[in-house]
């Protein structure tokens, strides 16, 4: 699935675990409801139960709305790294190699004021390329990295909601039994929770790092390119 895709999966699993949620409590309450009274405790122990599912539902919606604001546009990124390639990365190769010793039109023999200013010129140039080379690498790499890490996030957002889908649609199956299912959601929505929480820190850790990373490119890029010197 492509990036979007998935992230509309992820939205579709979200709103998918809000009905299971409902059908989960609609048969809870339906089983209460048959106990007779020697079973009482069954539903006082489910009682207090719910009270703790209660407030574990309520993280993980409030940590999925965090979740969700991290939608990012892999595509848009990966677009512009190739745009970035083409006219950069490639053409700044490209000129390194014109002016290559192999391809100057002028030949070792040639001497004078205007040799040694052509060739001082040069040697200018082709530092400077060779400076820039490695640098137009660096933003394309990490242009790549974000736009993985966006798939990344997206991917695991989606496979920690569908797991959870999972272990409630088992819940709702089993709500008979009342307490074992209620126990095995709010486990299921612990580690939702923790997954959730350990995605959006892995996310903002490998952000972080690439925006320092251009960041210290742009630092790095020289402030003036050097002049071809010419000779009158």
Known sequence: MSAPEVVQEAVREVQRTEQL?????????????????????????????????????????????????????????????????????????????????DQLRANYYWSGRGAEAYKDGIAGQRKALAGVGPLADTVRGSLESMAAAIDTYWATAFGVITALAVELAAAVVSAETVVGPIIAVIAAIITAVAGLIKMITAFDNSWHAQVSQLASVEEEIPGRWPHLVSVR
């Open 21 to 101: 949620f409902d059908e989960f409590t609609d048969a809870i309450n339906s089983v209460l409801q048959e106990l007779p009274e020697a079973m009482q405790w069954v539903a006082d122990q489910a009682r207090e139960l719910w009270s703790t599912l209660t407030a574990k539902v309520e993280e993980f919606f409030a940590k999925v709305d965090e979740a969700l604001k991290y939608v990012g546009d892999s595509g848009a990124l990966r677009r512009a790294e190739q745009t970035w390639l083409d006219s950069v990365v490639s053409r700044t190769k490209a000129a390194g190699e014109e002016i290559g010793t």
